[in-house]
């Protein structure tokens, strides 16, 4: 079992940052996969950010590239989404998730495959 603890949402003007992190307990190992999902009131949830953390091999939609940096950090079980230049779209309850992924190197964009779930963190962004 894996728990895993979101924290760092918040308000945000447009054009802001915010810096999200995920703690994993547990049973963790360094091959599995961790990324970050938003859902906004309405929507199906989509893959923001994720990364094997394996090799440290990053992917993010296209809605996100430049803009968002997922990382791991020194401690190895914690991920970080740090968003800059933000807009009003940005803005939904944000997700961390995890599976063990069985394709070395590979982490799925769809919430399908991802077992363990954290709580969620919201994030708003004015304009």
């Excluded at 547990?26 to 091959?31: A, D, E, I, Q, R």
């Amino acid at each position: 079992q894996v728990q895993l603890v979101e924290s760092g949402g918040g308000s945000v003007q447009a054009g802001g940052s915010l810096r999200l992190s995920c703690v994993a307990s547990g049973h963790t190992s360094s091959l599995y996969c961790m990324g970050w999902f938003r859902q906004a009131p309405g929507k199906e949830r989509e893959g923001v950010a994720r990364i094997f953390t394996g090799g440290d091999i990053t992917y993010y939609a296209d809605s996100v590239k430049g803009r968002f940096t997922i990382a791991r950090g020194n401690a190895k079980n914690t991920i970080y989404l740090q968003m800059n230049s933000m807009n009003p779209e940005d803005t939904a309850m944000y997700y961390c998730a995890a599976y063990y992924s069985p394709d070395s190197g590979y982490c799925s964009a769809v919430p399908g495959p991802y077992v363990y779930w954290g709580q969620g963190t919201q994030v708003t962004v004015s304009s």
